[in-house]
């Protein structure tokens, strides 16, 4: 176990760190926000200060910081529509000066930021900024990591594989508490399904901490796990479980009533009278495309896509492990299935019908990956599953194809957005060279990915197809 972990941490680890290493400042989405509220938690600036308007000219909340922090145009990239600049654009400065920064996370939970901030507080540029990344890919490799390990069979160590989206590798590697989030969910399900309730227990603490929504997923996981295996609510009275769990619930509950969040959320944006019917129309003509196309890769602030290829066979990939499951499985599994799928989809729904008309277009397919993954992680609990599996070696080799295949996926992914910056939105794949390099070269990115995705496939591939003992013993405790 102790192997597996070192193995898929590293593996994890490099993934997230080729994005940490690829992305120029604010490459991703809403990074600006996130480093800002980073270095002022590391500042003792719990709270914001004052209000001021960011690079897009939007009024928010602010904390005193220095220049250098952030580009003068950091917005320079996807502002422009639909030229799209590359990264070359951006306009750093060394200047220390103290003035007001913007931040729309400025009121967000502190612990993410207080995991990850220390080196933008040491060095507010974009050297802080490489190792902050660096620092939130480990976090959330370490919990992938512990759910690999803890799942040595096959089946259950694809389904961590594919819920490991190029998107989540992009926010692992970004300053941003979503990618941390949702590697929280992954272990907290693994663990409930495989009765490690120490690693629940941490899952737990951080998905109640880290985000607003994060107690809803916390609980609703939870309960999903729990109802699939047909373990009684009594196995979490323990220790190992409880303590963590009620720490993290205790905290949200006391962040939610120390800090306000409705006055970032609806300053400086005009928005036009719309209608629910007017919003439902705007989410059946591109919104729900929007969601799914996100979750798998989707990346920057939504204007750079990949491949529909790509997004299509990775989206075959999980229902190929998906859907044998519902077949196999029992009214439970089924059901645990269905409502992580269509409960996500749901959420997404109300969050459009709610924020749209206070902020416009609102709600992001990354967003509810915390429930989401379960329509993954489940599938490997159906009883009988690993043995019809392993009947056939034709469908013993699929899932080596499987893992195999998200190798040149994950690096694809991370080349065309490479190219978006280096080159240009239009421009051809090729992500080398251009008016922009990442501060290490293109090549060394490339090749963490490379070796990171390659790891993947290789624990896929040296892990046994076996019986699951998860349903069983959740059966005999019921019983």
Request: aromatic share 10%; net charge positive; hydrophobic share 55%.
């Amino acid at each position: 176990m102790r192997r597996a972990f070192l193995v898929a941490f590293a593996a994890f680890f490099l993934l997230g760190a080729a994005w940490a290493l690829a992305l120029p400042v604010n490459g991703t989405y809403d990074e600006k926000q996130h480093l800002v509220r980073a270095y002022a938690v590391w500042d003792a600036q719990w709270l914001p200060h004052d209000r001021t308007a960011d690079a897009s000219g939007i009024v928010t909340s602010a904390f005193v910081g220095p220049r250098s922090l952030l580009p003068e145009n950091a917005d320079c990239t996807f502002i422009d529509k639909p030229v799209y600049h590359p990264a070359s654009c951006l306009v750093t400065t060394g200047d220390r000066t103290e003035t007001l920064v913007p931040s729309a996370a400025a009121r967000y939970s502190p612990v993410y930021y207080a995991l990850v901030g220390l080196p933008l507080r040491i060095s507010p540029d974009g050297t802080g900024l490489i190792w902050a990344r660096l620092l939130s890919a480990a976090l959330s490799a370490a919990l992938l990591a512990a759910a690999v390990a803890i799942a040595p069979g096959r089946l259950e160590r694809l389904a961590v594989v594919l819920v490991t989206t190029p998107m989540l590798a992009d926010l692992a590697g970004s300053i941003n508490p979503n990618g941390l989030e949702i590697s929280a969910a992954v272990l907290l399900f693994v663990a409930l399904l495989h009765r490690r309730f120490a690693l629940a227990g941490v899952g737990a603490l951080l998905l109640f901490t880290v985000r607003d929504l994060g107690p809803f997923f916390a609980l609703a996981d939870i309960a999903l796990a729990l109802f699939v295996t047909r373990q009684h609510p009594r196995v979490l009275l323990r220790r190992a479980f409880l303590v963590p769990a009620a720490l993290g619930a205790a905290f949200a509950v006391f962040w939610a009533a120390v800090a306000s969040r409705s006055s970032d959320l609806d300053a400086g944006r005009p928005i036009p009278p719309t209608s629910s019917g007017a919003i439902l129309s705007d989410i059946a003509d591109g919104r729900a495309e929007f969601w799914a196309r996100q979750i798998i890769g989707q990346f920057n602030y939504g204007e750079t896509t990949i491949s529909i290829a790509v997004i299509g066979l990775w989206y075959v990939l999980c229902l190929a492990l998906v859907a044998p499951a519902l077949v196999l499985g029992d009214r439970r599994l089924r059901l645990g299935i269905a409502t992580a799928f269509v409960g996500s989809a749901a959420l997404l729904v109300a969050l459009e019908l709610y924020f749209a008309p206070k902020v416009g277009q609102f709600a992001h397919g990354r967003y509810v990956m915390p429930l989401g993954v379960g329509v993954i992680l489940l599938a490997p609990v159906a009883a009988g599953y690993s043995g019809w599996l392993s009947g056939s070696r034709w469908r013993e080799r699929a899932v080596l194809v499987a893992a195999a295949l998200t190798v040149p996926m994950q690096l694809y992914a991370l080349a065309r957005v490479m190219t978006r910056f280096d080159r240009g939105i239009s421009a051809g794949l090729n992500p080398f060279g251009g008016s922009w390099t990442p501060p290490l070269g293109s090549a060394v990115p490339l090749l963490c990915a490379l070796v990171g995705a390659g790891l993947l496939g290789v624990i896929v591939t040296r892990s046994s197809v076996r019986p699951t003992p998860v349903h069983s013993t959740a059966l005999t405790f019921s019983n």
